[in-house]
């Protein structure tokens, strides 16, 4: 099993009267002292690689992991049938963080899961 991987882009539209403004906005919000930002205040990891060597980001275990975990995960498609697994996903994954799910039941729960999916994607 592998994890899932996707981070969020920033795109202008052709079409856009201000292309300029928005590819300025754009680059503003993707730079790396942005994301720096982004993490000091949102705890999001950054993507930009210049930013994994910070000293911040080196001290922080969830970042780490993060960072070290990437290249094995599997790129997000973005497709309609990624809706259907995070709706099935969800209660798996909340109940299991919130204790709900004891370890004795992930097996079975597991099971249920790809049924789910199995049937939601025919």
């Known amino acids: ?9 920033l795109a202008v539209n052709s079409a856009s009267k201000n292309q300029v403004a928005a590819s300025s906005l754009a680059q503003y919000l993707s730079n790396a002292d942005s994301q720096k930002e982004l993490y000091k205040d949102n705890n999001a990891i950054p ?4 930013l994994q060597t910070d000293s911040d980001i080196t001290a922080d275990p969830a970042a780490q992991a993060v960072i070290k975990q990437v290249p094995e995960d599997t790129l997000m498609p973005k497709m309609p049938e990624m ?11 909340n109940n299991t963080y919130l204790g709900k799910t004891p370890a ?8 249920t899961f790809q049924d ?3 049937k939601a994607t025919k």
């Open 83 to 93: 809706d259907t697994f995070w709706n099935l996903a969800a209660p798996l994954i």
């Open 104 to 111: 004795s039941q992930y097996d079975s729960q597991l099971k």
């Open 116 to 118: 789910s999916i199995s």
């Open 47 to 50: 993507v930009a690689k210049s």
């Open 1 to 9: 099993m592998q994890a899932f991987s996707g981070v969020g882009t």
